[in-house]
């Protein structure tokens, strides 16, 4: 389908299925200080989305998956800033873990001469397909989570993803428009039907359970807790896109997603 294609879909259908709930709240997004937030937020949601998807068309879902991790500590990071949350000594051993473990899985298996030609020349080949992609879609992540808790906590945790997404949906549309493929958006529908509606109708859920999540708990211990979720998309890669990686990949795959799940047992 594409990764703009795609994503403009689910955003569409999730919107879609958001909105009898998010009607009663439409009163919230008169008041100046609230539609700025949210306007903000789905230029984010935008931005994040596209970096995601364009991620997964070019990495292997084991690998960006993971990547995604960096997300938790910049999230608690920014919750302590600007939430005044507080993480203690052991909490940020393992998420120093997190970070260490990302920064294996994100590397290819090379031979020495390649290693040091890579260096020496400068090259990112060292780097997997995707995974600055990947990295890049964990930093937006941050920023968006520390949004949506806001966002959730002052204004509503349905309207708070509603907006998000449809701010989104009409950026893409517009874009797609633009560039004369809307018809390509259309098409692109008829095939994978059953597709678009399960993927959309499992992220916005996803987002919207977290949303209401963050409403009621601090942002870092929240976020912690819901980095669990690559050890299935590592599983799901392996076992059914017949993607391969290498020991330290697996190392670090394993670093990464213990850390995440020590942190929310311990937190």
Same mark, same amino acid.
């Given at each position: 389908?594409?990764?703009?294609?795609?994503?403009?879909?689910?955003?569409?259908?999730?919107?879609?299925?958001?909105?009898?709930?998010?009607?009663?709240?439409?009163?919230?997004?008169? #008041?100046?200080?609230?539609?700025?937030?949210?306007?903000?937020?789905?230029?984010?949601?935008?931005?994040?989305?596209?970096?995601?998807?364009?991620?997964?068309?070019?990495?292997?879902?084991?690998?960006?998956?993971?990547?995604?991790?960096?997300?938790?500590?910049? #999230?608690?990071?920014?919750?302590?800033?600007?939430?005044?949350?507080?993480?203690?000594?052991?909490?940020?051993?393992?998420?120093?873990?997190?970070?260490?473990?990302?920064?294996?899985?994100?590397?290819?298996?090379?031979?020495?001469?390649?290693?040091?030609?890579?260096?020496?020349?400068?090259?990112?080949?060292?780097?997997?397909?995707?995974?600055?992609?990947?990295?890049?879609?964990?930093?937006?992540?941050?920023?968006?989570?520390?949004?949506?808790?806001?966002?959730?906590?002052?204004?509503?945790?349905?309207? #708070?993803?509603?907006?998000?997404?449809?701010?989104?949906?009409?950026?893409?549309?517009?874009?797609?428009?633009?560039?004369?493929?809307?018809?390509?958006?259309?098409?692109?529908?008829?095939?994978?039907?059953?597709?678009?509606?399960?993927?959309?109708?499992?992220?916005?859920?996803?987002?919207?359970?977290?949303?209401?999540?963050?409403?009621?708990?601090?942002?870092?211990?929240?976020?912690?807790? #819901?980095?669990?979720?690559?050890?299935?998309?590592?599983?799901?890669?392996?076992?059914?896109?017949?993607?391969?990686?290498?020991?330290?990949?697996?190392?670090?795959?394993?670093?990464?997603?213990?850390?995440?799940?020590?942190?929310?047992?311990?937190?």
């Amino acid at each position: 389908m594409g990764s703009l294609n795609a994503l403009s879909w689910v955003y569409f259908i999730g919107s879609l299925v958001l909105l009898p709930w998010a009607i009663n709240s439409f009163y919230l997004i008169k #008041t100046p200080a609230n539609f700025i937030t949210l306007f903000s937020l789905g230029i984010i949601e935008c931005a994040y989305g596209i970096f995601v998807l364009k991620a997964f068309e070019r990495g292997k879902l084991s690998v960006v998956d993971v990547l995604f991790l960096l997300e938790l500590p910049l #999230t608690v990071i920014l919750g302590i800033v600007f939430l005044g949350e507080k993480v203690d000594f052991l909490q940020m051993l393992l998420i120093v873990s997190i970070i260490f473990g990302a920064i294996l899985i994100s590397r290819r298996k090379l031979s020495w001469l390649e290693k040091v030609w890579a260096y020496l020349t400068g090259s990112n080949k060292i780097l997997e397909k995707g995974a600055l992609l990947a990295l890049g879609a964990g930093t937006i992540s941050g920023f968006y989570n520390l949004m949506v808790a806001i966002s959730a906590r002052n204004i509503s945790p349905v309207l #708070t993803i509603w907006f998000a997404w449809t701010i989104s949906c009409i950026f893409l549309v517009i874009y797609l428009w633009h560039k004369k493929q809307l018809a390509d958006f259309f098409r692109a529908s008829k095939d994978n039907k059953k597709l678009i509606l399960a993927g959309s109708i499992l992220d916005v859920l996803a987002w919207l359970f977290f949303a209401i999540a963050l409403s009621k708990k601090e942002l870092s211990i929240t976020t912690a807790i #819901t980095e669990s979720y690559p050890a299935i998309a590592v599983f799901l890669g392996i076992k059914f896109n017949k993607e391969k990686i290498s020991t330290w990949q697996l190392v670090g795959a394993i670093i990464a997603l213990g850390g995440s799940i020590a942190i929310s047992l311990i937190s």
